[in-house]
Structures are given as structure tokens and as C-alpha cells.
């Protein structure tokens, strides 16, 4: 008993000082077995089906299996036996016979037995692993002391393991605690960061909304995107898919200074990073460590990043960005902030290409406005030039229509026009209306005398110095026919009627055409009959032609180159 005494204290004391839980199942399974002579021994874990931790066999090696090794695999340790154990939770031992040859070969049977040895291992009043032992030296059924000795290694061992393992446990938690308080702190970090760029690119959205112009809105985009939202460099494309062309309109030079690249066009790439950016919407392509560039010329390595800009579903190009100059590494966050940045611009390009085709098309319908109102004012002047041409001609060929053709004076159509009307103005104004009616003297005479084309002349001339005696209003001298001619003289006293008259007289015989066969006077000279009347409901014009014509005639009869007055 001493001798089992003082193993277990040496063993407490050496699995106590062992370094780590390799050590503790080295010393146990090494100091197990010297005390027992066993020539197999191991530690199996219940939890988890039943998995040996470690076992040393015969040819004492121990071997460490951490736990993940299938009690069921290993042939050597009777599965049964220790399961039973693990239910019963009561120290175990049975006897184990081998027979090396057919068993019914009873005579030549070389029959091994060995006694193997089970106890449990608790934690919390919870079988948690079997220390199993067996051994051929000793065939006897184990005495009580020798059960007693196994029960306290498995307690002492099992308290130390207990302790190591929770420790070891406890380690791994702590370990695994601080590594999610550390990803935990990063996420939040980044969480942050994110927010701050979101709050940024708000900022940044509101003053692209001012942008006046699409190319205000490229150049904005580039260096707003600088200022806020951690971009080293930037640059965006646009693309014609109809003509596959792409077009660049601002982009970043080796120094981070934004400049205008509207210069450049080219087909859309057929690389396969550009085809699968601008197939994918909302999704930002990543290419590490590769060869950034500005103009076709490398400038230095980084990250290049892509992201399409799109209407609904058609790609309307792509924004390109990299860390060239700050070479900073490109977080999840800003990929998150570069999709929302492509989307937003995207929408404002959209919004903008829209606005500037209304003010395009308001500008033209402008223009054709203004044209069409030119043309209009054109045409209406064209109009109403020829209208007043119109009525000029019309006017001329009135007055033409009214007028004599030899002699320039009204005709007699204008006059009865004008005595009907002169006649009715009288009759509502209750005035006089006066009618002066000429006959050249012996004209038949001078005629054949000075032949017609002279007598034309001559009646040209009498005509013309007659209308020097019609200048106001409604006052008329017309041809009556032939070689006679009617002055009408509306609202005149008779007074100046006979005025008139004698200065008419008076008038043809100043032309001085000379008519020397004239027995009446030596130059071409006329008679005139003259009749004044108020009209009333009860006359008519004619009354007036009448009485003028009468009055004619008593002036021819009472010698010629004369006027008569007819008396009411
Ligand atoms: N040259 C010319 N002669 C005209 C025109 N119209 C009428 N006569 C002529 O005028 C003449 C009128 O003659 P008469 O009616 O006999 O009158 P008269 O010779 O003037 O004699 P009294 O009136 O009695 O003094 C005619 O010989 C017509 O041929 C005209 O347009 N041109």
C-alpha cells in the first residue's frame, strides 16, 4: 500500500509540474503503465461519439490523437467494454482471453489473457473521458487496493485533466473572444467609415445636382469624388453601344490633378474586365496589383477598380478608379460607396442628357418659331404689298373707267354716278345743286377746217382748262359727248355760278386756239346753259340735265359765246 501511496503522490506530482495536456497524457499513460506493466493503455473523450485523446501500446509509444480519432477505429481497445463503462459510470475491469489459433483446436490452443481495466474520468458529476488500462502480466482478478490505486489515478488524473483541459478551453474562448472583439472593433471601424462616406457622398450628390452642364456634371464627379469620398484617381467613360465607341471625359493625371480627356475616343475594349463591367449592374470588378496608367502609359501598380453607369438596363460607360497615389488598400465600405456613387451619377446623367434635349428641342422649336414668324411677316408684307397694288390698280382702273380717254376730264359714266349722288347729298341737305352744261361753238366747222386729229387737241385743251373751275369737293367737269362738256357745281349760290361761268367763257377763249372760220369769235369758243335747283322728293335729276341742256340751247340760239342762266 505504501509503495501505491507513494506512486500516486510521485505521479500527482508529476503530471501536476507537466508543461501542457501532451505532457499530462505522456507522464499519466508512461507512469500507468510502469505501475501496471500494462501493455496498452489510453484516454478516450465520451463526448463527441466516443474519441481517443491518447494511447500507448505495446511497443510504448504514445500517440495523440487531440480527440479526433473514432474509438471505433481503433481494434486494439474493446469499444463495447468502455462504452459500458461510460453508462455505468462505475469502475470496470473484465478478463480478456485471445486465442491465437482456430478455437476448435482446443488441445494446441496458446490461450493469453489479460485483465482490462476501465474507470471513468469526471467533470461536474459527468463522465467525460475513460481511462482504459490492460494487462497480461497479471492474469489474477485485481484486488481491491489494485482497483483502489487505478480509481485514484483516474481521479487524480481526471482532476488534472479537468483542470487543464477547462483551462485549455477557457484559453481558447479568451483567445477567440479577443479575436471577435477585435473583428467586432474593425467592423465597427469600418461601420464608421462607411457612415462618414455616406454622409459624404450625400454632400457630394447635392452639389453634382448643381452641376449646369453634362460636361459640369463629368468634372464635378472626378473632383468631388477626390475631395470626399477617398478616391485617389478617377476617371469616367462614356459609350455609344450603337457605334461600340467609348468616350473619355474627365480623368486624373499621374499627380491626382483633374483633367479634361474629352479628347479621347475608341471602340469599347473587347478585355474581358471591361465586357464583365459593363454586363453587371451594381457590382464593382477589383483587379489587385496591376498596372495603373494615364494617357496608355503606366504610371505605377494598384488596385483598379470598375463600376458601370447605367440607364434602366442599357450601360450608358463606366467610372474608373485606382489608389495610385496613396496606395491605400480597398476596403468592403468603399466598394459599397463606389456602386452608390455610380448609381447616383448615373441618374444625373440621365436626368441631364433629358434636360438638355428639351432645352435643345425648345431652342429649335424657338428658332422655328422665330423663322416661321419671319416668314409670315414676309409673306404678309409680300400680301399686303400686292394688295396695295391691287388696290392701286384697282384705283387706277376705276378713275380709268371713270374717266374720258381723249381728254383726261371724268366721262359720262362718272358724272351720272356723281349727279345721282350730288343730287341725294342735296335733297338730305336741302343745298342747291348746280349743273353747267358747254358746247364748243362751230366745231363741225373747225374740224374741217384744221382736220380731226387738230379737233381732238382742241378739245383737250378746252377740257383741261375747265377743271380749274372744279377743285372742291363733289364738284365734277365731265365729257357729256362729243364736243360737249357738264360742270357740276353742288351747294353754290347762283351768284357765284354766274362767276363761274363767265370765268369759263373767259378761260377758252385765253387758250387762243384760233378758229378762223368761226363766223362767232376768232378763237374756239363755247356756249353754256346753266341750271341751279334745291331738289325736293318731286324732281329728278334728269330735271337738272334738262333745264341745263335748254338753257344751252337758248344760248346757242342767242348767238353762241354766252352762257344762259335758266330761271327756276
Ligand atoms: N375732232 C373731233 N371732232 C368731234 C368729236 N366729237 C364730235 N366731233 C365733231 O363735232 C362736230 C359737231 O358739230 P355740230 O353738232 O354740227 O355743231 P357745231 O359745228 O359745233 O355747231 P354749233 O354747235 O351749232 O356751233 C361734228 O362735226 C363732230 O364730228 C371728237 O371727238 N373729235
Redo the contacts with the bound molecule.
Sequence with gaps: MEEENSFLALLTQQVAAAGDMTDVYQQALDELQLYSDASNCAIILVHQGFQVLAKKNSRDEVVFYDGDSALRQHSDLPESFIKSVAYSKKFEYQINFQAEDDIWQTQSLDIHESVQVAAPIFHDDVVFAILFLETSNNVDVLDVDEQNIIKLFAQTIGAEFEKRYLSEQAQLAQAENVTTAKALGEKVAQSEMFLSLLTQLHRVSIELSKSVTLNDLYYNSVRLAQQYLQIDRMAIFLIDQESNKMFGTYGTDENGKVVNESYFSSSIPEHPVVQETLRRKDYVIVIEDTALQHNKKDVGRGWNAMVALWDGDQALGWIAVDNLINHQPLELHHKEVLKLYAANLSQLIFRKRQDDQLLQFNKQLEQRVLERTAELASANYALENANRALESANIQLERLSMMDG?TGVSNRRFFDVSLQAEWDRALRHRSSLALLML???????Y?DCYG?IE??KA?QRVAQSLLVHARRAGEVVARYG??EFVILLPNMTASAVHVVAENVLQGVKALGIVHKESDVCQVVSVSVGIASITPNKDLSSSELVDKADKALYKA?SLG?DQYVFATE
Design positions: 381723249l358746247d364748243v361753238d362751230k366745231f363741225k366747222e374740224n380731226h379737233g381732238d378739245l362729243g364736243e346757242k353762241r
